[in-house]
């Protein structure tokens, strides 16, 4: 039985997201002992960044540059995948569970008829066999999986598995590979952002998170200098998007992103189920509603019974005399 496992990197304007190098740790928990291939499609010169996957742990990354792949289709990256597993004949393969690995994977695992385990949060190898836990019934338990047969495919979700130190003294082969892309049913001409530029919100640390009493888009500004002073990300419920306070690819929840920050502060939203399912999970919580008896709370580690209005000005204050 081969005893490697692949990491598929994923590229975000040309530099590997954070959760490629928690992909690795991931790796590393299925075959201890095995070997780390890192994967890199992309266009170009792919070297610096297969370096960085060596840095964080790969003992070797494959790297497939082609015009086709200069921007992501399931199609066109699919195929690259699938000439690398082909090569390589893995024990195991994985990527983060991003909008990147929930559409390429299920592709790939489905032509190879394997199974897949997505969205898992932690992973451990019992009696010989890999299991994995992952979040069910939108976090409100958790289920523990192994898949019987074939390759170990999974994906992680981001900020669960911490990566491994980089290690600039780390060394290791970085193999170029050339693949024939055909019968591409999509071609990308421009990816137009919406959510704003700076820390992407999937992967922050920290997140703010507005709700529908936030009462306006200018009512986000303080959340903002907030998620600025703190380095973090703004997020949003559904409420605030339905109210057009702020675009809907900020939207948390079961129908929106799911983030596991170290530090979540909801303010002036309620609670709902709904978008619980996308940040119960992190790892401190802290909530900012004038309702005592508002269901966030009931999830938060930390309250505060205020005005949203004049609470956020004082912590922002604090928070930057703490950095002086
Ligand atoms: P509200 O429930 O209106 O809460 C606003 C809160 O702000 C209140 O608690 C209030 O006390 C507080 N507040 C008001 N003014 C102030 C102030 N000045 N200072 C401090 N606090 C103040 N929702 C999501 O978030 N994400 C999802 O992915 C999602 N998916 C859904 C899927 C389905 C199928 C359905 C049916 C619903 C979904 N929802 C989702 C919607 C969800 O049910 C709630 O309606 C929504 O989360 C409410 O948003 P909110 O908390 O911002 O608003």
Not at 54 to 69: K, N
Not at 124 to 145: C, L, N, W
Not at 212 to 234: M, T
Not at 295 to 311: K, Q
Request: net charge negative.
């Amino acid at each position: 039985m081969s005893d490697k496992v692949l990491v598929l990197g994923e590229l975000r304007d040309g530099v590997l997201r954070n959760v490629t190098f928690e992909a690795i740790a991931a790796a590393k928990k299925i075959k201890e002992d095995g070997e780390i291939v890192g994967v890199i499609c992309g266009d170009g010169d792919l070297g610096e960044q297969a370096q960085e996957m060596i840095y964080f742990g790969a003992d070797r990354v494959v790297t497939v540059s082609h015009s086709d792949l200069k921007m992501y289709t399931s199609d066109g990256y699919a195929q690259a995948v699938l000439s690398v597993i082909e090569d390589e004949s893995p024990y195991g393969v994985v990527m983060g569970h991003t909008a990147v690995g929930k559409d390429l994977t299920p592709k790939v695992a489905a032509r190879l008829e394997s199974g897949l385990i997505s969205d898992a949060t932690s992973i451990e190898v019992e009696d010989d066999e890999v299991v994995f836990t992952r979040p069910i019934y939108s976090g409100k338990a958790f289920e523990k999986k192994a898949i019987e047969s074939g390759l170990v495919f999974a994906t992680i979700r981001p900020n669960n598995i911490p990566a491994l130190e980089r290690d600039e003294s780390r060394t290791g082969e970085v193999q170029s590979k050339d693949v024939d892309i055909k019968d591409l049913r999509t071609v990308i001409k421009d990816v137009i952002r919406k959510a704003s530029e700076g820390v992407d919100l999937s992967e922050a640390n920290v997140v703010i998170a507005g709700g529908r009493g936030v009462k306006s888009a200018d009512g986000f500004k303080p959340l903002y200098e907030l998620a600025e002073v703190l380095g973090g990300a703004v997020g949003a419920s559904r409420g605030a998007c339905d109210a057009d306070y702020c675009d809907y690819s900020l939207q948390i929840g079961q129908t929106g992103k799911v983030v596991t920050p170290d530090l979540y502060i909801a303010v002036g939203i309620s609670g709902a189920i709904q978008h619980l399912a996308g940040m119960s999970n992190s790892k401190v919580i802290v909530a900012i509603n004038k309702d005592p008896e508002a269901n966030i709370f009931n999830v938060a580690d930390y309250g505060i019974v205020g005005d949203l209005f004049e609470v956020l000005p004082v912590l922002i204050e604090e928070v930057k005399q703490l950095k002086v």
